[in-house]
């Protein structure tokens, strides 16, 4: 089946070839223009559109090769399949016919039916060819507006993000100045909000961490601080959400001074505690550990917890992910292990998790310090 | 007895920081854009509170300001910031800010503080 716009240009400087590849071309279908040199076939290709350009070899002034190596060498019309028909040798003629830019070649004399043969294929190549060629252009088109989207995305919520921490943040010191002055159920009752409201910033402030740290802007800074103190700090700010849930902190912290950056060990630290904390049960024990050895700094935090099922254990780094079933009442995003994994790297160090044989999770951080 | 210019966008957070100063016993101007900002330092605030995201071009063109005239250029100035990010706190401190405060602002430790720079400035 040929539709009826399908285009072939002949070209040979004998009119009676040319009538004789149109008389086959038309009965099959296709609407034929023929010309009788090189010259006016580029003419014509300048101005209207062929599916298929039949060039004849050899022809006084330009060549058929010649031809075809001008065709190729016009990115308007480099596209067009071309079919040679040549009196040469099939063998001498195919070396040039392919260096010339050619896409197939017929020796003569020919029967109808092998010409039709080649003109179907090519036709039916070049088109499927055309229609890949569009197809991926609209794909990555559609990519690019996606990438688009996403990184507007991102910014809206980057920007709404950093719009409420206002607000908590006021919600955070009014309850605090209420905390100092009330006695009894209203001091507790405000010491609520007071964690309550931490909790929000700090779900506000991973989110923001974590996209500064996915545009690659977590440069840590080294630098020498005492692990005692880095770990009461955060002992201290988790001790108000860990009493709720009656969980006790063992500390098991070396005296030796640790070279990274401080923020960044925080921020993890914290984390990794908050985590401990969410997931232990009532009334037990987080242990918290940190040392400066021969592998260099590691944290680690143990809870008695469900733990991390082993399918998990690499993907609980990724951004969003959580083992718990309904991440909207855990209060649990998967964004403080995703900041973690970052932090951990941005340090050349890096973060796992192991399994306490059944007991509750083991987070470990190991960060390399620089030689003595 | 000091005069705070409070420099936040944030209504929230200018509420509040004013608020704690105020309880103190402070005289607090406040402005919420590099304009109104400008416009108070006419009143001779001796503390500024700067946050670095601000419209009007920002807290850092501000302070470059303060420290290039010859009326304010040794106001302490401190940075309010929301980002706390390693590094930062090099970076405001190379920038010429006195200090740098993270925000959520501590509610016990944010008086005393701001009140340390006012004597260290006089």
């Not at chain 1, 991926?136 to 088109?141: F, G, I, Q």
């Not at chain 1, 914290?270 to 944290?299: F, M, S, W, Y």
């Not at chain 1, 959580?322 to 900041?339: I, K, N, Q």
Request: charged share 30%.
């Amino acid at each position: 089946m040929t539709a009826a716009n399908e285009r072939v240009l002949v070209v040979d400087d004998s009119p009676q070839n040319c009538l004789v590849a149109k008389g086959h071309l038309e009965s099959g279908g296709y609407e034929v223009v023929t010309v009788c040199s090189g010259e006016e076939a580029l003419e014509v290709l300048d101005k209207e559109r062929f599916d298929l350009v039949i060039l004849d070899v050899m022809m006084p002034g330009l060549g058929g090769f010649e031809t075809c190596h001008l065709i190729r060498s016009r990115p308007a019309i480099a596209d067009v399949p071309v079919l040679f028909l040549t009196a040469l040798d099939e063998r001498e003629a195919t070396a040039p016919a392919i260096e010339a830019g050619g896409d197939d070649l017929l020796p003569k004399p020919f029967h109808r039916s092998e010409l039709m043969l080649r003109a179907r294929a090519l036709i039916r190549q070049h088109q499927t060819t055309a229609e890949l060629r569009q197809a991926l252009r609209a794909v990555s088109e559609q990519n690019e507006a996606l990438r688009r989207l996403e990184h507007d995305r991102r910014r809206m919520s980057q920007l709404i993000v950093h719009d409420l921490r206002g607000p908590i943040g006021a919600v955070l010191a009014n309850a605090e100045m209420l905390e100092r002055g009330a006695t009894g159920d209203a001091a507790e009752m405000a010491g609520d909000i007071v964690i309550a409201a931490r909790q929000l910033d700090r779900t506000a402030r991973d989110l923001l961490d974590l996209s500064r740290a996915e545009e690659g802007e977590l440069d840590a800074r080294l630098e020498s601080f005492s692990l005692p103190e880095l770990t009461a700090e955060v002992a201290s700010t988790m001790r108000g959400m860990a009493r709720w849930t009656d969980i006790r902190f063992e500390l098991d912290i070396g005296s030796e001074r640790a070279v990274a950056d401080r923020e960044l060990t925080r921020r993890m630290l914290q984390n990794l505690v908050h985590n401990a904390v969410k997931h232990a049960p009532r009334g037990t024990v987080v242990k918290i550990e940190a040392r400066v050895d021969a592998d260099g700094l590691v944290l680690r935090v143990l809870d008695d917890g469900p733990g991390v099922p082993a399918a998990e254990v690499q993907r609980i780094f990724e951004r969003y992910v959580t083992l718990d079933e309904d991440p909207s009442r855990s209060g649990s995003h998967g964004l403080g292990l995703a900041f973690c994994r970052l932090a951990a790297e941005a340090q050349g160090g890096r973060i796992w998790v192991e399994d306490r044989d059944g007991r509750g999770a083991s987070f470990c951080v190991r960060i390399p310090q620089p030689a003595a | 007895m000091a005069k705070v210019l409070v420099v936040e966008d944030d209504p929230w957070s200018q509420r509040i920081v004013c608020e704690l100063l105020e309880m103190r016993g402070h005289e607090v101007l406040a402005a919420s854009d590099v304009a109104a900002a400008r416009a108070a330092l006419a009143k001779q605030p001796q503390v500024v509170l700067l946050d670095i995201h601000i419209p009007g071009g920002g807290g850092e063109l501000l302070l470059a300001e303060i420290r290039a005239s010859e009326t304010y250029a040794r106001l302490p100035v401190i940075a309010l910031t929301a980002s706390a990010m390693s590094g930062d706190r090099e970076r405001f401190l190379r920038q010429g800010f006195t200090a740098y405060m993270s925000k959520p602002i501590d509610v016990k430790s944010f008086g005393p503080t701001i009140e340390n720079y006012v004597q260290e400035g006089e």
